[in-house]
């Protein structure tokens, strides 16, 4: 061998000649069954290839490649093994020079037959598997950079790739054993496949997966399913996650008329999914994604109303199973929320304004579930932009009272910075708030700024909210929290005062009850303007606030305790049948209060003004019975500047809100087949606004009957 090496180096003309007549010898001797005979040829052919790297190699490699093929073609699994073997040796040998005329097809054939081996020795059987494998990953490292290769990434090679690799890493899921399994062996050719593959490819290597997934049935069990898809997310270049995401999306919406278990698996391996991939996962297509998942979740729900796949009403051979449907839309809720997730801080505001426009919402709901994480940010301005506050605080004056609870919700998780809103779950009179450790930090400039452009808005949606005959205790529970994270995060000392004012004009509110509050209600707001107004004395530091408000509540406690919390908000309040007309010391006194502050410095003829909240023609317009009703929200995405810090914002209430899709009414789906244009805001009054208060104006509004609105509006 080593004359025959040292021949070959020093006269390398003669390789093609020496390669033609061991291939020679070799055909005869597998012919001939000598097989001693075979494996000295081909160690042979094997030496001189890993030894010669001159300019005639190639003609070399055409009879080695002849022989590997002789070899893979036998009956005998040693000859097959021994021919693979070979071929992995050449597989990792770089060439000097290009080949233009080879073709691996056959290889890709039969080392794909080979993984699926069904010999009846079981030892035997894994070794050919094993083979196969390992020729395929040789096949792969051998063209995957060479231009002039037919392409492996071609569907005619990856449909027979893909399923052979999948097949022996299911197959093998329970043989795990000292030795390294045909499994263990497939997953890593899987992740060097996937790993090679660049930007144009990554289509074609994920598509096989999606068929073979569906052909054998596998994304009802989930757990095989989940696990490719990790192998892929983990194994593709981060920046092409999206187009992974994508694919399934689409694969999911083929398999929209499939079973809920299909469907329901599809989805799961999308959460996966989501949870692995880097920020950019969703792409430059977010709208699309949600738009996907909302889609499927209208559809789960459709079915499970009509029991039937045909919208023609036809009941098909498939039965809709209603608690199939109901996982399958529970698994949407979370992916939904693992995606929004993953968003850059500028785009997530109004994909969550995008969502909750997508959502018709009446009807009974399920109960909300406590919103335990939210926004963190240093600039409201930015987690709060106006594109967002606006129609935010317009779902809030909605007559479905879960949904206003879920706008209260979302606007807590985003004011809260501090992580103080647990402290004031629930609404009492506490006689010294250090025992609550309350985190306050000292007003921002961009806080300032914040509370100066939306301040109004913020408090006449808190009246307005008191106003509400179907607000229930939580209600009141989350005004509570929403006056005292105000308090706390956004407050100076205009907005303090402002705040003692709305706190006064609830307690006139329920005073005077020209909105024919229950009797319940009234005390509800009596008891929510007692609390407040015990908080905010105690935040402001000033004793002799602090000692009318506590001689107030005390005279309360004595007199009249159904107007304090503790006898309001639990679970059979005793009520008096009707309430009269307050007087005297029951009641917290405007010009004391501004007598008292005034004292410390504070602005008294602002104190001493009564609040009166600004009504707007979108109060009016928002009066409606769900989103849908009051405004479409087209939102296209666009590449804002981001704040100059990170936001973390997770979005466990916008999973509520799409939870609240899942017990509707069928009228209601019919609204998501039409695009109304929103809402129009009626034209100014030629002569402008009206004074109402201090400081504050109020537009007139226009009839009803002269607005203009969309034809779609009207019928």
Not at 20 to 40: F, K, P, Q, T, W
Request: charged content about 20%; aromatic content about 8%; hydrophobic content about 40%.
């Amino acid at each position: 061998m080593e004359k025959l090496t040292f021949y070959a180096l020093s006269a390398p003309e003669k390789l093609d000649r020496i390669g033609a007549y061991l291939s020679e010898r070799l055909s005869r001797d597998v012919a001939r069954h000598r097989y001693g005979y075979v494996c000295i040829a081909m160690e042979a052919l094997d030496q001189l290839l890993m030894a010669c790297h001159c300019q005639s190699i190639n003609l070399f490699v055409e009879s080695f490649l002849k022989m590997v093929r002789k070899l893979l073609e036998a009956d005998k699994p040693n000859l097959q093994i021994l021919g693979t073997n070979s071929f992995v040796k050449f597989a990792n040998i770089e060439e000097d020079t290009a080949s233009y005329h080879r073709s691996y097809d056959f290889f890709v054939s039969r080392f794909s037959e080979m993984c699926h081996s069904s010999y009846e020795d079981p030892d035997i059987r894994t070794k050919i598997r094993m083979a196969g494998i390992n020729g395929l990953q040789g096949v792969v490292r051998k063209t995957v950079n060479d231009d002039l290769q037919s392409n492996i990434w071609d569907p005619q090679h990856m449909d027979k790739i893909v399923p052979s690799l999948l097949f022996n890493l299911q197959s093998g899921e329970e043989e795990r054993g000292e030795k390294e399994s045909p499994a263990e062996l497939t997953e890593r050719c899987f992740r060097e496949l996937l790993g090679r593959a660049a930007y144009g490819n990554i289509k074609n290597a994920v598509t096989p997966v999606l068929m073979h997934l569906d052909n054998h049935s596998l994304w009802e069990g989930k757990t095989f399913a989940v696990r490719c898809f990790k192998i892929i997310m983990y194994s593709i270049q981060s920046q092409h996650s999206h187009l992974v995401i994508q694919q399934l999306l689409g694969h999911l919406d083929a398999n929209s008329k499939n079973s809920a278990t299909v469907r329901a698996g599809i989805v799961e391996v999308l959460l996966e999914a989501a949870a692995i991939a880097s920020s950019g996962s969703v792409g430059p297509t977010v709208l699309e994604v949600f738009n996907t998942l909302l889609r499927q979740l209208r559809l789960s729900v459709d079915y499970e109303l009509t029991g039937s796949y045909d919208a023609s009403g036809n009941i098909g051979i498939k039965i809709i199973k209603t608690h199939e449907e109901r996982q399958l839309q529970e698994a949407v809720i979370r992916t939904i929320g693992s995606f929004a997730n993953t968003l850059p801080t500028y785009q997530r505001s109004e994909v969550m304004l995008f969502i909750m426009g997508k959502i018709p919402v009446p009807g009974v709901h399920p109960a909300l579930t406590n919103v335990t994480t939210g926004f963190q940010t240093t600039n409201m301005l930015t987690a709060l932009p106006n594109s967002f506050l606006e129609p935010l605080l317009s779902f809030s004056l909605m007559e479905d009272p879960e949904v206003r609870l879920l706008v209260l919700t979302i606007l807590l998780s985003v004011i809260d910075r501090h992580d103080n809103t647990p402290k004031f779950s629930s609404i009492s009179i506490i006689s010294d708030i250090s025992v609550l450790k309350l985190k306050v930090d000292k007003c921002s400039r961009q806080d300032n700024l914040f509370m100066k452009k939306h301040a109004q808005q913020l408090y006449r949606h808190i009246y307005l909210a008191c106003k509400e005959q179907s607000s229930g205790p939580q209600h009141f529970e989350t005004l509570y929290t929403l006056l005292a994270l105000i308090s706390m995060e956004l407050a100076n000392e205009e907005v303090v005062v402002d705040l003692i004012r709305l706190a006064l004009a609830l307690q006139e509110l329920a005073q005077t009850n020209e909105e024919s509050l229950s009797v319940y209600n009234r005390c509800a707001v009596h008891a929510l303007s007692a609390a407040y107004l015990n908080l905010i004395c105690q935040l402001t530091t000033v004793p002799t606030f602090c000692q009318h408000i506590h001689e107030v509540i005390e005279m309360r406690q004595k007199e009249v305790p159904f107007l304090l919390p503790e006898d309001v908000f639990i679970e059979n309040p005793k009520l008096p049948a009707s309430l009269e007309k307050l007087e005297g010391d029951v009641l917290f006194q405007q010009s004391k209060i501004t007598e008292v502050l005034g004292g410390s410095g504070y602005n008294t003829d602002r104190l001493a003004t009564p609040y009166i909240p600004q009504f707007t023609d979108e109060d009016r317009l928002s009066k409606r019975k769900s989103i849908g009703e009051t405004i479409s929200l087209q939102v296209e995405v666009e590449s804002r500047n981001s704040p100059e810090k990170e936001e973390e914002i997770t979005f466990e209430t916008l999973k509520n809100a799409i939870g609240k899709y899942q017990s509707n009414t069928f009228p209601m789906f019919l609204m998501m087949k039409f695009s109304l244009s929103a809402l129009p805001r009626p034209p100014p009054s030629p002569s402008g606004t009206i004074s109402s208060g201090y400081g504050q104006t109020q537009s007139r509004s226009v009839p009803v009957y002269e607005m203009k609105f969309p034809d779609l509006c009207v019928y």
